[in-house]
């Protein structure tokens, strides 16, 4: 009887993972289960329920017996074959001993990157640029309530002081070459290479006096997208 429930346990984890494979163009590794931006929510859970399972040792037998269902519902869920009800994924973290929500974890923890290599930022003109400003936006946050923009600023030889710029936020620089003395409300801070600025972006500023050229720095603003 044994044998024959691990035979009947086999057939369906090789008839479903296999083709699954093949249609998404991922290689699958179930220690280490993680949202891919292609990955479905139902596949997502799947993936977590089966490491809480091989963490704590159980066969799906065993799981499916502890949490009520049968096998092949189990070896479905697994594998994102289905949408499991609240019921299901209520029964399934009794039986493993852990929150609800640590199901959903996988899908909520994927997160946007940008990888921008050497002078390929995306060139943009800033309200008030004058000549000789160039800005290079090297990403953008595209959720939550917080927005995030960090820039490369070059300032060239043939550019023109501008310290009225103004807006919403924060602001961090951190002058990577040439110097500048930089205004911020009243004051003008003396900034060479390895230097930093952080303020209040609503009070006027930017770069006063050009000391020496070309002047780069990188700049990060922070604002509230409300």
Do not use: W
Request: proline content about 5%; aromatic content about 8%.
């Amino acid at each position: 009887m044994a044998k024959g429930e691990s035979q009947q346990r086999s057939k369906p984890r090789s008839g479903k993972t296999r083709p699954a494979a093949r249609q998404s163009g991922r290689t699958t590794d179930s220690t280490a289960p993680q949202a891919s931006e292609s990955q479905s929510i139902e596949e997502a859970i799947g993936a977590q329920v089966r490491e809480l399972r091989k963490l704590q040792d159980m066969t799906v037998a065993e799981l499916a017996s502890q949490a009520g269902l049968s096998a092949g519902m189990l070896s479905k869920v697994e594998n994102g074959g289905i949408s499991p009800s609240l019921a299901t994924l209520q029964s399934l973290a009794q039986a493993l001993n852990v929150p609800m929500t640590t199901f959903f974890s996988a899908f909520e923890e994927k997160r946007d990157a940008y990888h921008v290599r050497a002078d390929e930022g995306l060139s943009i003109e800033r309200r008030g640029t004058k000549v000789g400003h160039q800005y290079q936006l090297l990403g953008s946050s595209l959720g939550g309530d917080v927005a995030c923009e960090p820039y490369l600023v070059t300032i060239t030889e043939d550019a023109e002081a501008y310290p009225s710029f103004r807006h919403e936020g924060q602001e961090f620089i951190y002058l990577l070459e040439g110097e500048v003395g930089y205004r911020h409300g009243e004051k003008i801070y003396s900034l060479t290479p390895g230097d930093s600025l952080f303020f209040d972006a609503r009070a006027p500023h930017g770069p006063e006096e050009l000391r020496r050229l070309p002047l780069r720095f990188l700049s990060i603003i922070v604002f509230s997208r409300e």
